[in-house]
């Protein structure tokens, strides 16, 4: 895509303003009809954030969760972040300013960022640690910026970022509990990842713990 | 007071909320008797035992970060993972937080600050409170009118800090402004920054007809 005139940019600030809304871009549009992801089937990514090998327990719900959601004819990939090379985000900005959209760190994340932005769903997996998720998923996470565009736009009075892309996959949290989480703990990760959900264009269908079975957690996914 | 700073922001020295701890310092410093010490996690990260000792040792920490998709960037959670060991001991410093975002507004830190300040308590921490600040990216750019007003706050929190060992209520509303913005104001501040702080990068970087790539477009 070249440079949109400037009519076009101004057109761009006026419909963000006014509307506030990510209709122009088709992505609520696109996201919104659970029937037609149950028609042609779902593209989903687990993103497992998991540090620990000791854990199999985790991991194995994990598997069962991906094969629970392939019986439903969804095209499931599961990403074992522990196994993956994600250098920290240095807050550099070149993948806004220099290449957008990409990353000067030729690393796993690559191939996270292409798995992500052509799912419909993501599941993002971790144990809770000292309140929140995986220092190994937020590492994840702050390397998906290059999906988003550094623009702002005024979203229902609030200012966050524009969508580099048109289509945003929806969002569900998969937690383990660590022994002191709380009820307060839950709803701190929760209206974080809700905030986050905001700049990454997407909506948190869901915050489950691994105690609820994997073919629960799926069908959820599948009515979403 | 032996203050320990630690400065979570993946840019290291040159970071926006190395300038905002540079202004606290300084009115902190002033105060008699007080002196701070500033340690960075992007130096450390295959050393987090150095900042853990840090800790362990503190009289007092102020713990900074810059928001990163809504909350602390993964490699400050690296460090708070690595605190873990440290837990409900006795003895744990007093600790505060500094958390800044790009965003004009101060409200998306409340999120992190809560979080944060659930930490201290996790950790058996008095926590002294948190310093809140939107609107950091490229201070360097930003008009000296705002820039020098946000430092100028910082100073004051630092000096009232270093006399009174409180962050003051009434300086940090102060700081925070603007919590949220109006419609109006969000009309005239998106496109300025769009502008001033995104396509002046770009084009410097040749990279402007870049600005809408999809590379990884499915």
């Known amino acids: 895509m070249g440079i949109p005139d400037e009519t076009a940019i101004a057109e761009n600030y006026i419909s963000v303003a006014i509307h506030s809304s990510l209709k122009k871009y088709g992505i609520r549009k696109d996201h919104a009809s659970a029937e037609t992801f149950r028609r042609r089937g779902m593209k989903i990514a687990i993103i497992n954030g998991n540090p620990r090998e000791s854990d199999q327990a985790f991991d194995g719900y994990l598997e069962t969760l991906a094969a629970s959601l392939g019986d439903m004819d969804h095209e499931v990939t599961v990403h074992g972040l522990r196994g993956m090379q994600i250098i920290p985000c240095r807050g550099c900005f070149d993948c806004w300013v220099k290449t957008p959209g990409i990353c000067r760190f030729k690393d796993d994340a690559v191939e996270l960022c292409k798995s992500y932005i052509s799912s419909n769903f993501v599941v993002l997996a971790s144990p809770v640690i000292m309140g929140y998720t995986s220092a190994l998923l937020k590492n994840a996470m702050d390397r998906l910026i290059p999906l988003i565009h550094p623009y702002l736009r005024d979203e229902h009075g609030e200012v966050h970022h524009l969508p580099r892309y048109d289509a945003y996959p929806l969002m569900g949290l998969l937690l383990s509990p660590e022994p002191s989480t709380d009820r307060e703990d839950v709803e701190i990760i929760t209206d974080i990842y809700r905030r986050a959900c905001i700049n990454v264009m997407s909506e948190l269908k869901f915050v489950e713990f691994s105690e609820k079975p994997a073919r629960e957690v799926a069908n959820a996914i599948n009515n979403n | ?218």
């Open chain 2, 1 to 218: 007071m032996r203050l320990t700073i630690i400065n979570g922001s993946p840019r290291g020295e040159a970071s926006n909320t190395g300038a905002l701890f540079s202004h606290f310092i300084r009115g902190f410093e002033e105060t008699s008797g007080n002196r701070a010490e500033v340690l960075y996690i992007i130096k450390n990260l295959k050393t987090l035992n150095v900042l853990v000792d840090a800790f362990r040792t503190a009289e007092a920490v102020l713990l900074g970060f810059p928001l990163y998709v809504d909350t602390m960037p993964g490699s400050f959670k690296m460090f708070l993972e690595a605190l873990e060991p440290l837990a409900g001991r006795d003895n744990n410093p007093p600790m505060g937080f500094l958390i800044q975002n790009g965003f004009p507004e101060t409200y998306h830190n409340r999120f992190a600050a809560r979080y944060m300040e659930k930490f201290a308590k996790r950790m058996g921490c008095r926590c002294f409170g948190s310093i809140l600040k939107g609107g950091c990216e490229g201070l360097s750019i930003q008009p000296a009118f705002l820039t020098e007003k946000y430092f100028t706050y910082l100073y004051e929190i630092g000096k009232a800090f270093g006399e009174r060992g409180v962050l003051d209520e009434r300086l940090l509303e102060k700081l925070a402004q603007p919590e949220h913005l109006t419609s109006e104001n969000i009309a005239q501040v998106v496109p300025f920054v769009n502008k001033a702080l995104w396509d002046s990068q770009l084009e410097a970087n040749g990279a402007l007809e870049k600005n809408f790539d999809r590379p990884y477009q499915p």
